[in-house]
């Protein structure tokens, strides 16, 4: 089993940047490929950002240019920067992590963002 657990979210305006971060832990060997996503109230969750077992990184089109996505092997972490933040960027943020890159396996519980007009 694969344990992700979420943090750095929180309160900020706009404009401000965040970091949050994804501690993994368990079987993590299992995990070559991880990603964000998050989910507003009354929408559907959607992707933010995502890296390839190659570190290829992918970005849905409202998190280009302001949200950065990379991971610290060593300390088994994902990482995703956002500056440039806007009151549309709330909503509970989720790491997502498996085998396959949009296939995942194992999600945490999420942390929440609100951002501040």
């Known amino acids: 089993q694969v344990q992700l657990v979420e943090s750095g979210g929180g309160l900020v305006q706009a404009g401000g940047s965040l970091r949050l971060s994804c501690a993994a832990s368990?079987?993590?060997?299992?995990?070559?490929?991880m990603g964000w996503y998050r989910q507003a109230p009354g929408k559907e969750r959607e992707l933010v950002a995502a890296?390839?077992?190659?570190?290829?990184?992918y970005y849905a089109d409202s998190a280009k240019g302001r949200f950065t996505i990379s991971r610290d092997n060593a300390k088994n972490t994902l990482y995703l920067q956002m500056n440039s933040l806007k009151p549309e960027d709330t909503a509970m943020y989720y790491c997502?992590?498996?085998?396959?890159?949009?296939?995942?396996?194992?999600w945490g519980q999420g942390t929440q963002v609100t951002v501040s007009s």
């Open positions: 368990g079987s993590i060997s299992s995990i070559n490929a």
């Open positions: 890296m390839s077992s190659r570190d290829s990184t």
């Open positions: 997502a992590g498996g085998t396959v890159i949009f296939e995942y396996d194992y």
